[in-house]
Structure formats: C-alpha cells, structure tokens
C-alpha cells in the first residue's frame, strides 16, 4: 500500500513546453499560483504540472545525485561477494547490490519525468558535473563493513530519505517509497550479521569494532552540513522537495543508533556522546567538516578510483548498447 | 502546518527502525533462520543407489552452479546496462541457490564428502554448516565442476555465449531429472527447470541481438562462442557416476540429452546466422577432467579468492 496523498489539483494544467516560452523563471499567473498552493498543501507535483525552472533545475539535481548514489553504491560491497564467508550471506549480499541497481533504476526513471534521460546523467557523473554522496569514497575493507554499511550508512540514508516519501514531486516520492521500504531490510541484514558476528571469535568482535570506529563520522556527515552552512537547504524547504533540516535528522540518527550500538555491544568513537537528560536526545561531537569538504573536493580516498571503475564499465558496454539499437532498429525496419 | 497531508498517511514509512530487534523476520529476503533447506522432502537413499556415488552426482551438479554462480556474480557492478547487471545478477542468485541444495544433499548422503575444519574439535564443534564447508573449505582436486563453468569471463559476448551453452545443456538435463526416483534431486530439478528456462531464454536473446547487432558485436560474439565451444563436449561427456546412478533411476547420462540439447542450440544459432562451430576441444588431463577433480588453472585462483575469508576465520561466525 502506497501512501500517497491525493492529488486535489484542479485540471488546469499546461505542458511545460508551452509554459516555459512564456517565462523562465518567474511563474506565469495563475500556474504559479497553484504551484505554490499545491506545495503549500502537501499535496504532490506531477510532471505535467507547470512549475518553476528552478524547482525542476533543483529537483534533477537531487535526483540525479540520489540514482547516481545508489549505482557507485554498489562498488564498496560489491567488492567482497565473490569473497562472502558462507553461501547465505553470499546470496544476501549479492540480492542488496542487485537492489540497489534497481534503485537506481527507479531514480533515473522518476528522472526522467523531468526530461533528462539516463544517458545525459551518466554522462554528467562522468564529467564530474553531477555528485553522488561522499560516502561511497570511503573504502570497504573487511567483512564487517558490509554490515557496518548497513547498519550506520543504509540506516542514515533512511533518515534522509523516509521523509522524500513525501517530497513535493510526486514520482520522487513514489520512488521513495519503495527505495525505502527496501533499504530497511537492507539495514537489517547489515545489523544481523554484526550481530552473529560479535557473537562469532574475538578476531570477528574486534573486525567489527574497527569497522564502527572508521564509518560512525562519515555516516554523521551523510546529512550534509549543518544548517547554517547549508546552501541549498532553505529553498528546497520551501518547495517541499526537502522536509527536514540536516540537524535535526542528524540528531535523529543518533538518537536511534546509540542504543543499537549498546545492543550490538559495540562503542562508539566520540568522546562527548552522552545522554541529555534536558534535550531527552543524545550530546555528540562535532563532525570533522574539513574532512567532508575534502572528500566533496574530490579528495577523498576513493573518489577517483569510484568514477573510474563507474566510467571503464561504461565504455565497455558501449557496443553492447549500440548492438541493442542497431537490432532493435533492424527489427522495426522489417515491421 | 494546517496543509501538512494527515501524518497517519505515512507512519508506516516514518519508522525504518522499527522490528530491528525482532519480529517480522518474514519480511527478509531469505529469512533470519538458516532452517535445513531441504525440510519437508523425503531426504532417504533410494533403493539401489550408492550414497557415496549420491553425494559425488549431487557434487558435480552443485559445483557447477556454485562455481558458474561465482563467476557471474563478478559481473556485478560492471554490466553493460543495469537492466544487464540485474539480470546476471538474478541468474547467479538462482544458481548459488540450487548449489546451496545441492551441497546439502550431498552432506547427508555421505558425510564423509564435508572436509574437517581447522581448529574444531569435539571440545570445539565447528559452527560452519556443511554446505559452506564444502564451499569453502575444499580444495580445487575435490570440485566436480564442468570446465565450462570455472572459465574466466571475458566480455559480455562470451560470457552470453556461455550462459547459452551452460543453460541448454543443464535445461535438458533437468528436465529428465525432475523423474528422479531420489525426491530431493527432482525437486531440485523441479525448480531448477523455471530458472533455467529463463537463463537460456535471456541468453538466447542476447546472443540473437549480438549476432545481428552491430560488426563489432557479431565478431565479439562469435569470437566467445568459440572460445566457450571448447567445453562444449565435456558437458555431455558422462562420469562412470553418472552411468552408475543413471542406470538405478538417480541420475541422467548427460550423453542421453546431447541431441536434445544441441537442437536447441542449433535453432539459436541458425537465428543468428551463424554455423555451427568447428573448434578444437580442450584436452583432458591424463583422460581426467572437471568430474573426476581435474581443472583448468582458472579454478585454483577462483577458489583462492572465495574461501580467503571464510578460511581465515575458520570458527568464525556469519
């Protein structure tokens, strides 16, 4: 059961094509009127639906960097199935990153809603010119990070994403849905196996431990920046593409993860974590934002070896995709 | 916030954490209890089959699912086109699935086949259950796999071409298996033959779309059918095991589904436009092959790196 508010706008739409020749930015009367009460409604956008160029600018961006996430995202774990220590998490394992392909699918289908095809994003990540989320150029380096990756980096980019359910855009948040939805078994797999795994040898326990200590910050700067210094965030707000503040859903974060890492019996590597009986919400330490920044630059550990494993396997499907339209162009020409 | 759409809309997606302790486990791809796969069948030797001779035949057909599954899940990540890696990816999940049975039936009919794990001990039982013991804690002289299935990738044409190949012959095999008069390899059978029938259908088409795609993708693609045709005699090629359990009603000779299993090829072929292929074989070892323990160099590296962790923490837990 898909959660949808209901569409309540009137029928007076109007291709873009047709609004766009009429102005670029400031909204043509009565279009931008009920662009501006459909978001202020909580009621969704729809891709005939008039809307600004920069909603739409905005929009493919984060959508984009989101489809974009989820296909770099498969290069981390991926890297250890042909290395899973038993068949069952061999077959978990390679189901996840098969999901997240698929994910990647939805997103640059719900994508192309708003006229940019998945060839023009690919090319975009390629040049740089588009990002994926900064977490993926940190290293997965032993078994436990499969399931630490679930854990901290699936469990995060839940807290960011369960509110995109209820995104403005209307085929975002459908995609959203069923992203998430998705995602949660994936942060339970990742959580069960640290579990089985601290209840394996010592050597397994300590496995786990460093893999913690190496992915709870980067997993804090998931959410971005914080509010202040968050450049994007206000507008987003008010187009009700984005829902929440990235502090606030940082905080949320740890005030769910804590008590799982006290489960897992596990630590944490932050010094001022501490419950705050006053606030009802855990204390934590700041980030280190001049790392995030570096990772962003493009100096991260990985970034560039990401990009160029994504790029290689690109240019070496490229005659099998061109292959593919020559067939499927020889087959209309004999229809 | 008087336009907010009602909350109660979305509370089920506003608690992703919610169950993380417990609770629906049905809700897991492949559940949270690693229950005895082949519950619920009739798990006795059938008359006048040798148990010993069970487990090698069970052997055989789990390595080269296991083995064929290793190597496409190395596609993952690195297809042409997602649509592509999703689809290697789920032709891989169905074959490491019928290797999963597979290993298990061969562990019950003959124990002595799980190798003893370093370290255990009657003070210390191993926690590693027999179908990864056999995956990961036997040797490259101890798989029973097809040559065919340990051979490297290569690109996409050749790994098509291989599916192909691999899925025509194991399609027609079991086909013939699903009457076994042993219940665990013809349900085995039984399920393996869906997921087949959509691996050779999948590769089929592909192999069409190469052949008549582009110059390029049809030399690619005749180029790997040539270089994966030089197993193609192994496959049909039977292991006295096979005769033997063939002959009780266990097991298919896989001589008895060549001419089955070549019509088939020949049609895919003849769609592309292309003859049937005059390749050299690859030679035995001394008149030993994949069922008898003899491999190809492919297959000691393969092994090196899936059983790198599972060896190294052999009381480890996953």
């Known amino acids: 059961m898909e959660a949808v508010p209901e569409k309540t706008m009137p029928e007076k739409t109007m291709p873009r094509e047709a609004a766009s020749e009429e102005t670029a930015t400031a909204a043509p009367g009565d279009l931008g009127e009920h662009f501006e009460a459909t978001v202020a409604r909580g009621a969704r956008i729809e891709p005939r639906d008039w809307m600004p160029d920069a909603y739409r600018a905005t929009l493919v961006r984060q959508i984009a960097q989101h489809a974009h996430s989820e296909v770099i995202g498969m290069q981390p774990e991926g890297n250890w199935i042909t290395r899973a220590p038993s068949l069952r998490r061999k077959a978990i394992l390679l189901a996840k990153v098969q999901d997240e392909a698929g994910h990647g699918l939805y997103l640059y289908s719900a994508c192309e809603t708003l006229g940019v095809s998945r060839e023009e994003l690919t090319a975009l990540l390629l040049a740089g010119r588009q990002k994926y989320s900064s977490i993926f150029n940190y290293p997965a380096l032993s078994y436990a990070d499969v399931g630490t990756i679930g854990w901290l980096v699936d469990g995060a980019a839940i807290c960011n994403q369960v509110p995109l359910c209820r995104t403005s855009y209307g085929p975002y948040g459908r995609a959203m849905i069923r992203i998430c939805k998705e995602e949660s078994f994936h942060q339970r797999q990742g959580y069960e196996l640290l579990m089985t795994m601290m209840r394996g040898t010592g050597e397994q326990r300590a496995m786990v431990q460093e893999s913690v200590d190496r992915f709870w910050w980067p997993s804090l700067m998931m959410f971005g920046p914080p509010d202040a210094d968050s450049p994007n965030s206000a507008r987003s707000m008010a187009w009700g593409i984005k829902r929440n503040g990235n502090d606030e859903l940082r905080q949320r974060f740890v005030d769910m993860t804590v008590p799982q890492a006290e489960a897992l019996g596990v630590s944490l590597p932050d010094p001022d974590l501490r419950w705050n009986a006053e606030r009802e919400s855990y204390d934590f330490g700041e980030p280190d934002w001049s790392e995030f920044a570096a990772v962003l630059r493009g100096e991260g550990p990985c970034n560039a070896q990401r990009l160029a494993h994504r790029a290689r396997a690109h240019e070496d499907g490229a005659w099998v995709r061109n292959a593919a339209l020559a067939f499927a162009k020889a087959g209309a020409a004999h229809e | ?318």
């Open chain 2, 1 to 318: 916030m008087t336009h907010e759409a009602p909350a109660s809309e979305h509370d089920d997606h506003d608690s992703p954490y919610e169950g993380l302790f417990g609770g629906d486990s049905d809700h897991w791809a492949f559940g949270t209890d690693f229950d005895d796969p082949l519950a619920g069948i009739e798990a006795t030797i059938p008359d006048g089959a040798d148990p010993r001779a069970l487990a090698q035949y069970c052997l055989m057909l789990g390595d080269d699912a296991l083995v064929l599954s290793h190597r496409l899940s190395q596609w993952c990540g690195r297809a042409p086109e997602l649509e592509l890696d999703i689809a290697l990816a789920n032709i891989a999940l169905d074959l490491l699935g019928q290797a999963r049975l597979l290993l298990a039936r061969a562990a019950s009919a003959d124990p002595s086949v799980v190798p003893p794990l370093p370290g255990a001990s009657e003070a210390v039982p191993s926690p590693v259950p027999a179908e990864d013991a056999l995956a990961f804690f036997r040797d490259d002289r101890a798989y029973r796999n097809a040559w065919l299935a340990e051979a490297p990738n290569g690109d996409f044409g050749q790994t098509v071409a291989r599916i192909l190949l691999f899925a025509t012959a194991r399609l027609a095999l079991l086909e013939r298996l699903r009457a076994s008069r042993d219940a665990v390899l013809a349900a085995v059978a039984a399920k393996g033959v869906r997921e087949l029938a959509y691996h050779r259908d999948f590769a089929a088409r592909w192999f069409v779309t190469l052949a008549q795609g582009t110059e390029e993708s049809r030399r690619r693609v005749t180029a790997g059918l040539a270089e994966v045709w030089r197993h193609h005699d192994e496959l049909f090629r039977a292991h006295p095991v096979e005769r033997e359990l063939a002959g009780a009603g266990v097991a298919v000779d896989p001589a008895d589904v060549a001419g089955e299993a070549d019509a088939a090829l020949a049609t895919v072929l003849a769609a592309s436009d292309l003859p049937w292929p005059e390749v050299p074989q690859a030679g035995q070892l001394g008149g030993r092959s994949g069922r008898d323990g003899a491999h190809t160099e492919a297959l000691s590296s393969l092994l090196a790196e899936m059983q790198s962790v599972a060896r190294a923490h052999p009381l480890g837990r996953w």
